[in-house]
């Protein structure tokens, strides 16, 4: 069998010709012309989606455009690693949850206080226990030890310098004997403030680079934004806003206040005057924020008011006898018997001593 090419003659060739060019051409054109309404369209849904109502209109734009983040350290701090893990971790708690921004953020903020913060505020707690009950150990060594120096400086007629020399030295083994047999080193008394600070700075920065769209400002930063311009809750719907009605400064200021209250009436013994002139700075301190709290975004004092309130509940549940021993906490002199009998009555006589002053 022969296959024979079809053979055209140059008439048909020159009427297929420019038909199919013909053809082609008006297919491109056809191309060029979806593709515009495509771009019209497109322009019209991204408009579209800065609206959700006839009344109430988005931008994709920060309402305060922040302008020292750009620079220096702070924007290193804005693209460090623990804030960047912070961020994308609340990205996938909010998709994960399905809870509106405003309940994402104090979730979160649960969340990561829970499984941090908490756990080294009991050990805090167990190791300041521990060192309170060697110092009372530690006050009957130490007048042994003055009995054998006293000894010691007729026998060998030592002079005062020599006497005091050896006896600080004995007592700084001694004390530090005591220390490695109950595995109590003052140092791990800080371990919660050296996570803990570090922890809320990283998480602010987190929450605000959502807020400002920072980093990078993509498309998935201004669906966050978008999210969190409508996500709010109650009197703040808008979470990149101001709160304009005051409630969360004046919420924020009040708490830390009664959580600085707390620590001092739950004292026992007689505060120091570095430790008075230390607690009137941080309500100084307290106080000063609340005016610099007033113009942040409404997202951010959700997540501090939060924390706040974890701290103070965190701290009256601590003080509780049973709830120590069932962290394991040893029963210490300072301890409480009645913790919240006690802190009602010194609450009530700081109240009737400052009514008595006016």
Known sequence: ????????????????????????????????????????????????????????????????????????????????????????????????????????????????????????????????????????????????????ISIAAKSYKWDVTTAKSVYNYSFKSQWNKLIVRENCHPFKTTLLLWVQIPLWVSLSV?????????????????????????EGVGWIPNLTAMDSTLVLPIAFGIINLGLIELMTLSKVTVPTKFQRITTNLFRGFTIILIPICISLPSGLLVYWTTSSLYGLVQNFVLMSPKVKRFCRIPPTPSELEYPYKQLSAAFKKRFNFLNKDK
């Not at 804005?78 to 990205?91: K, R």
């Not at 201004?222 to 999210?227: A, D, G, H, R, S």
């Open 206 to 230: 987190s929450i605000r680079n959502l807020i400002y769209m920072q980093p990078k400002m993509d498309e998935t930063a201004k669906m966050i934004f978008l999210q969190l311009s409508t």
């Open 1 to 148: 069998m022969f296959h024979l090419k079809p053979k055209f003659s140059n008439t048909i060739k020159s009427i297929v010709v420019p038909l199919r060019t013909e053809y082609f051409n008006k297919v491109y054109l056809c191309h060029l012309v979806a593709q515009k309404k495509f771009n019209v369209i497109q322009q019209k849904f991204d408009y579209q989606k800065r609206t959700f109502s006839q009344n109430k209109e988005v931008h994709l734009q920060p309402l305060v455009q922040p302008q020292i983040s750009d620079i220096g350290i702070f924007k290193t701090l804005s693209e460090s690693a623990p804030v960047q893990f912070l961020q994308s971790s609340l990205v996938e708690i909010h998709s994960y949850t399905g809870l509106p921004w405003w309940g994402t953020i104090i979730f979160s903020t649960v969340l990561l206080r829970s499984c941090t913060t908490l756990p080294l505020a009991v050990f805090q707690q167990y190791i300041l226990a521990k060192l309170e009950l060697i110092k009372y150990e530690m006050n009957d060594i130490v007048k042994e030890l003055k009995k054998e």
